[in-house]
């Protein structure tokens, strides 16, 4: 039996209110959710956890500092586009998850790119549209 493998990001959190650095990551409607989360800090050590599903509407997280931190998650997680895009800076692994769209997940991001070595599984996806403009 073989690991999954999570899907892997990397983030620096926003100050969008208050002085709190924070991340958001909404869910498409259009699409069911179940997934488990690990938030990681510079060290690697699990900072937060925990299990979402479609009902959640969101994963957000505030941070007691403006850190990198890393995000991986194991599930089902269909589509990445309702996030704090500034937020985003690496996609480190595209890990098991099936995706269902990629439909503007990517657009308008300024990150720094994709260190991920692997590829997206896209075998369940009908829409890129503008998954990677501007």
């Known amino acids: 039996v073989s690991a999954v493998r999570p ?3 990397s983030w620096l959190p926003e100050d969008e209110e208050e002085d709190e650095p924070l ?3 909404g869910f498409n409607e259009d699409f069911d ?3 488990s989360y690990q ?4 060290n690697g050590l699990v900072i937060e956890s925990g299990s979402l599903s479609t009902d959640d509407e969101e994963l957000f997280s505030e941070f007691s500092d403006f850190y990198e931190f890393t995000l991986e998650i194991i599930g ?3 589509h ?3 996030y704090f ?3 985003l800076i690496d996609v480190n692994q595209w890990g098991d998850i099936e995706w269902g769209s990629f439909a503007g997940s990517f657009e308008n991001w300024t990150g720094v790119g994709f ?3 692997d590829t997206p599984n896209l075998s369940q996806v009908t829409d890129m549209s503008n998954a990677f403009s501007d």
């Open 23 to 25: 991340i958001s990551i």
């Open 39 to 42: 938030w990681k800090d510079e």
């Open 85 to 87: 895009k500034s937020a």
């Open 7 to 9: 899907f892997i990001t």
């Open 76 to 78: 089902d997680f269909p």
């Open 33 to 35: 959710y179940q997934f």
């Open 80 to 82: 990445f586009t309702n």
């Open 115 to 117: 260190s991920a070595a």
